[in-house]
């Protein structure tokens, strides 16, 4: 979303690492450096228009045109962090205000010196006026100018504030558009756009960035990768750097980054230490290799298995095989250990993730570490959303482009607030908005934290769920509804469907699809000529087994949920469909297809908007499937959607055990994710990043920075 400039336009991204120009000793920023990598990278930018690879000639031609370039900034979170100025504060408003307009400004400049010697861009005279309006305005902005002066603007900009804005950055801003103006006008610009402000995912890992893009942090403490295999866990950088600033001790900074990412020893521990374990048998080696684990786990429970410590210590003992082989057992709760305890021997060793009540800490000085989301399991304090539309508003004067940026909200945020949010961002002159709405994806069924076990899995609405249910009852429930048996819905004889031709990864695919009388889908088949016979096998069985699921009751949309994004070969580039131009395997393309043309999602297609003309016609068709045709075993009584795996493993597994204690899970929000797993590597380190996720354990992002 940050990219909008005319269609069939391309723009090469680039972002500078902000805390790389900041002064730990002076705390302020080196503006001398910023605006010689602006007018640097400006110019790298404008050589790769000329080196740049575009998917069509038109493409070409028009970005050859305009030669827009994309340069941008990461890491403003952890600037101010460092600087001890809260996210959210006017401050903070006018600091990036500056730095936004200092950017544009300069690389405006140099754009303008570059066409004194090689002219415009080619429209620049077609556009002059119009461009030359625009630059006024950025001006007028970088001035904090009266609302009467702007040119040709119904909506009033944020301006930076004299006040609150540091005076070398005031000065450097302005003096970027006073020079920015005068060139232009004198020889034009080289490039029609000069800035965006991009999600900066997977380069931001490169760069060794705390956040991406505008983005404030989104959690306290992180889990590096390491080159050599494994992870290692860290209180964020800036957190330790913006202490010192405010003027904690060693010590005190010490003792603080201990309450938030833990101990990682048994040493000094409560209630599980060397003694204690020892006292119920642990050997010295079992010992050691829970010590060596401490340190990078989550929740110590996880260290307490047969892996760690040698099945033979475990029969000793006393504990069985069956439930060592259980994925829900808990051996420190086995062992006599209360939750109470665990809970305590957790925030030891793990930490709580979050600064919230720790040592030394000023309740002045929290709102400079308050992050996107909650931080740990008991913390309350986050960025308030409408903060993210203010902190936009204050850089979107200074921007070419737009800003790619998630407006994080809370699970508790109504419609009307979502309403407040686009009325306030219009308001405010924002081009474009991505809201995300905390537990609003399904990928996520459970919510828990391991603390809170009278949490109950809801199998309605929460809005009619009667507390005064005893657990016997829900489980009654559950058990009811799993064992629900489902009597085959036949197709009819002559039926409708379509066929679907299309080129995956090279590979020609031909869909065919049967459906009910009510027009919902009842069968599929696939076919792939070219394909071995093991192959084609293997696609027809599948095509089978999908048709006998969808006559017995799954619905479609958990097939769609389940197989897209499998991938293996083949795989790649899409031909011959409307809307789906990419897939990572055949099973991938044919649900997204069918997700698409049945139940009309467009969450996962890359043309979401299609032409009615295009989309595919029923056809009428007399054949019929191995499928339709296979014996039917005999039916129950109830005709009702199955329930998929998922639904059973966590209705009876995750709700109620024979104790009446809800499972004990690990939540990747706590850590500050999202819940989903990466669609490449399945690590459920996956963050909100602009619009779009990136995972922070290969560096996957499903947009394109």
Known sequence: SEYMFLDDTACNLASLNLAHFYDEQTQSMKVEDYRHAIRLWTAVLEISVLMAQFPSADVAQKSYDFRTLGLGYANLGTVLMMKGIPYDSPQALAICGALSSIMTGESYAASAEMAADVGPF?????????????????????????????????????????ELCPADLLVAARSAWDRALALGEEHGYRNAQATVIAPTGTIGLVMDCDTTGIEPDFAIVKYKKLAGGGYFKIVNQSVHKALAALGYSDQQVDDIEKYCKGHGTLVGCPHINRQSLKALNFTDDAIDAIERQLDTTFDVRFVFNKYTIGEELCQQLGFTAQQLDDMQFDMLTELGFTSEQISEVNDYICGTMMIEGAPHIKDEHLPIFDCANKCGKRGERYIDYMAHVRMMAAAQPFISGAISKTINMPAEASVDNVGDVHLASWRLMLKAIALYRDGSKLSQPLNASNDNFDELVLLGDQDDWDETV???????????????????????????????EATVGGHKVYLRTGDFDDGSLGEIFIDMYKEGASFKGLLNCFAVLTSKALQYGVPLDELV?????????????????EAIKNATSILDYIFRTLGY??????????????????????IEGSAQSDASEAPSPAAGEVIAPAPTYNEVMEAVSASVDQDGAKAKLLDPKNMGYTGEACSKCQSTQVVRNGACTMCLNCGTTTGCS
Request: glycine letters at 4%.
């Open 597 to 618: 043309d049945y139940l009309q999602r467009t969450d996962f297609v890359h043309v979401a908007q299609v032409d009615s003309a295009t989309q595919p016609k029923s």
């Open 470 to 500: 005893d657990q016997k009852a829900i489980q009654k429930v559950i058990v009811e509804r799993v064992y629900q048996r489902a009597e085959r819905r036949r197709l009819p004889k002559r039926r409708h469907g379509y066929v679907r």
């Open 122 to 162: 080619p429209k620049y005279d077609n556009n002059r006026d119009a461009m030359l309006r625009v630059i006024r305005n950025h001006r007028r902005a970088a001035y904090n100018a009266a609302d009467n002066e702007y040119e040709g603007l119904t909506i009033t900009p944020m301006g930076i504030s004299e």
């Open 561 to 577: 949920d389940t197989f897209t994004f499998t991938r293996f070969e083949p795989a790649g580039f899409v031909e011959g469909h």
